[in-house]
């Protein structure tokens, strides 16, 4: 989206599938997630399978973390996010790669029942449309600094969570629950520091 009457600045919103797909693999095994930090369960939840059980390891558990943090230093290179490729899968022959076998086809339909009813809740009518308006951030710090902003693109990465969350990967490029990004406060309160530095 960009901020009206400005060619200065843009943001690019995408539904992130792989690190959802990463997220479900996690949820669905029972994994545990990184150590240094909480990253939340998707939303709505995702079921517990009893028959992944032999295969959610300490070891697997490990090269998750590892799979989540490399896909996070990827979405974080100079390149352009919204078309760099997906990742492969976890590593052949590990308990990580039989578990993301096992539910990579139910990660890839429950991700595209996520997009229908995100893409439903953020163009089914005007008000939620503006809900969603990040411009509105934008708009109040250059009031706030007295001047337009300096040209920049910001890429936001959205996640289907089962709470507010956000990380900024790197200086343009943030990944936020869906739930974070509708709920105008906790989006504004999260951009700030994020715009002021690009702005």
């Known amino acids: 989206m960009r901020h009206l009457g400005s060619n200065s600045w843009s943001m690019r919103i995408d539904f992130e599938q792989h690190c959802s797909n990463m997220l479900y693999v996690r949820d669905a095994a029972g994994l545990t997630g990184p150590a240094d930090y909480v990253v939340p369960a998707l939303a709505p939840a995702v079921e517990l399978r009893a028959d992944l059980a032999p295969y959610a390891t300490s070891g697997a558990a490990e090269d998750w973390d590892r799979w989540w943090t490399a896909r996070l230093d990827h979405l974080g290179t100079r390149a352009r996010p919204d078309i ?51 411009g509105e951030t934008v708009a109040r710090i250059e009031r706030e600094i007295g001047r337009t902003s300096a040209p920049f693109e910001l890429t936001v990465k959205l996640l289907p969570m089962d709470r507010k969350w956000g990380r900024r990967i790197h200086p343009t490029l943030v990944v936020v629950s869906e739930r974070l990004w509708l709920d105008a406060d906790a989006r504004d309160a999260f951009l700030d520091p994020v715009v002021r530095t690009l702005a």
């Not at 990742?87 to 993301?100: C, H, N, S, Y």
């Not at 076998?101 to 229908?116: F, L, P, Q, S, T």
Request: hydrophobic share 40%; no cysteine.
């Open 84 to 134: 760099t490729p997906a990742g492969p899968p976890p590593e052949p022959g590990t308990d990580l790669r039989a578990l993301f076998n096992a539910v990579i086809d139910d990660a890839n339909a429950w991700w595209r029942e996520r997009k229908v009813e995100f893409v439903e809740r953020t163009t089914g009518g005007g008000a939620r449309l503006a809900k969603a308006h990040a």
